[in-house]
């Protein structure tokens, strides 16, 4: 099985600098996602990490340490709009149907961003 | 944004009854999937399905089917429904299983309960 763990909750300030982090444990990792999730809307995709590293996406920048099981959602500049639930998904090998990859989400860290 | 409708948006039903929801996509692509969300679990997976008439069991398919007889069309049905089955479901396409090709696009969501 899989075993994704990320905070429930987190506040911070317009305008300032929020990390998101998540840690995993699985067999057959293959890359880990990060969604965006507004109340009473579906998740939209923001990045994707598959090799150790940063990778870096206007004010979104997504690392992952493959070696620790460990990522975060770096997003600067926050803006009240980024109030939203942020959704750590990792890819890992699915032993039945096609043999495909499947998502294994994590609980999801509700942000709010206050003034 | 990627093309993905689902049908009803919106639904209430009694125990017992049977519901059909439908996702529909104008993308061509080959994977689609069935996740529930709840309060303190996230996104689950209930079925995929990786090609016409080809699909598989997810983590929590027990008390659901599903079909696909076109490229464009995933059904999913609860055959008798159950209070349990109270949910948010979403629907999510994929281009492939590899690399970033397998970033998963969510659909609007329907909301269902079953009294």
């Known amino acids: 099985g899989q075993n994704i763990d990320q905070p429930t909750e987190m506040t911070a300030t317009e305008g300032a600098i929020v990390q998101i982090n998540c840690t995993y444990q699985?067999?057959?990792?293959?890359?880990l996602f990060w969604y965006q999730q507004h109340a009473g809307e579906a998740p939209t995709f923001l990045s994707y990490?598959?090799?150790?590293g940063l990778e870096e996406k206007g004010r979104f920048s997504s690392f992952l340490s493959r070696s620790k099981g460990y990522s975060y959602l770096l997003l600067k500049e926050l803006q009240m709009k980024d109030s939203a639930s942020y959704l750590c998904?990792?890819?890992?090998?699915?032993?039945?149907?096609?043999?495909?990859?499947?998502?294994?989400f994590g609980k999801g860290t509700k942000l709010s961003v206050i003034p | 944004d990627a093309g993905i409708t689902q049908s009803p948006r919106h639904k209430v039903t009694e125990t017992g009854t049977p519901v059909t929801l439908r996702c529909h996509q104008t993308e061509n692509h080959r994977y689609m999937y069935w996740y529930r969300q709840d309060p303190g679990h996230g996104l689950r997976l209930i079925h995929y399905?990786?090609?016409?008439?080809?699909?598989d069991k997810g983590e929590v398919s027990d008390g659901y089917s599903v079909s696909r007889s076109k490229t464009e069309d995933f059904l999913l049905t609860l055959e008798s429904a159950t209070s349990s089955q109270t949910s948010v479901y979403f629907c999510?396409?994929?281009?492939?299983?590899?690399?970033?090709?397998?970033?998963?696009?969510f659909g609007p969501g329907t909301r269902l309960l079953v009294l």
């Open positions: 399905s990786y090609g016409v008439k080809d699909t």
């Open positions: 699985t067999s057959g990792f293959n890359g």
């Open positions: 999510a396409i994929s281009e492939s299983t590899g690399g970033s090709a397998n970033t998963q696009y």
């Open positions: 998904a990792v890819r890992a090998r699915s032993y039945s149907g096609a043999g495909s990859y499947q998502l294994t």
């Open positions: 990490n598959v090799l150790d």
